[in-house]
């Protein structure tokens, strides 16, 4: 996956997506779960957009993420929203070294570029070692529903006249994943379009097996909900929640 050519485009493309939803997501955990604490880690931060509005929020807030032009232009919101954040280039797989936080997030789906049951295990293990003993750790990811009705076989387009894309969605080489083709097409002069492809490939995992996993990580599962709401997931749900605090 090359997110490099993709971040220049991504806010533009991405300018629908609900940050404000997983905003108050992480308020209300908070204030459930009675956290004192500010310290926030953001894992498969991107453009750092949502990481941004969490640090204008009063969040004392570290953003890592794998790509390094992602990661430049997340920097480059900060110092022009005057805030001072932290960012790391780091597989969320292999994190460490950052200190001890009261919050940890992994929104907008980022845990599902993982491949490897082992990658989303250690994760776990990972974001385990990092939290704060009272502290509180959420994520989303797709449904299985999501990837395997949503997204393999779908073809979905989006053209704005300044940017357009085609997305091809496959089946994946793995159970309950998928494979995206992207083809983007960006506006440089008045006739002139440049093109360029991406490829992304992610995948899920049944609610009981992530559930699994994080406990045999230590953790305690507090919270299982769907699609921004206060509800149990059910067969149509599309964006798993999950928060879970340390036992």
């Known amino acids: ?120 295990q250690e994760t776990f293990k990972r974001m385990y070692d990092l939290l704060a003993s009272d502290g509180i750790f959420m994520f989303d990811v797709h449904s299985v529903y999501k990837v395997k009705e949503l997204f393999a076989g779908q073809t979905y387009s989006y053209d704005d006249g300044e940017a357009a894309y085609i997305w091809n969605s496959f089946e994946g080489e793995y159970e309950n994943s998928a494979e995206h083709e992207l083809t983007f097409f960006i506006r440089e002069e008045e006739n002139l379009y440049s093109r360029f492809d991406e490829f992304h490939k992610q995948r899920t995992f049944p609610v009981e097996q992530y559930k699994k996993w994080l406990v045999e990580a230590g953790f305690t599962v507090e919270n299982i909900t769907a699609d921004f709401n206060e509800t149990d997931p059910h067969e149509l749900s599309e964006r798993i929640f999950f928060t879970c605090t340390k036992r």
Do not use: H
């Open 1 to 120: 996956m090359a997110y490099d050519q993709f971040a220049y485009v991504y806010d533009r493309l991405m300018s629908d997506v609900p940050y404000d939803e997983w905003m108050s997501f992480l308020i209300r955990q908070k204030e459930v779960f009675k956290v004192d604490g500010m310290k926030l880690l953001d894992v498969g931060c991107g453009t750092g957009e949502w990481t941004v509005k969490a640090s204008v929020a009063g969040f004392e807030t570290v953003g890592i993420d794998l790509s390094e032009s992602m990661l430049s232009m997340a920097q480059q919101k900060a110092m022009e929203a005057g805030q001072s954040i932290r960012f790391f280039q780091m597989d969320m797989s292999e994190a460490e070294d950052l200190g001890q936080f009261d919050l940890i997030t992994i929104f907008c789906d980022s845990l599902n570029y993982l491949e490897t049951e082992e990658t989303v």
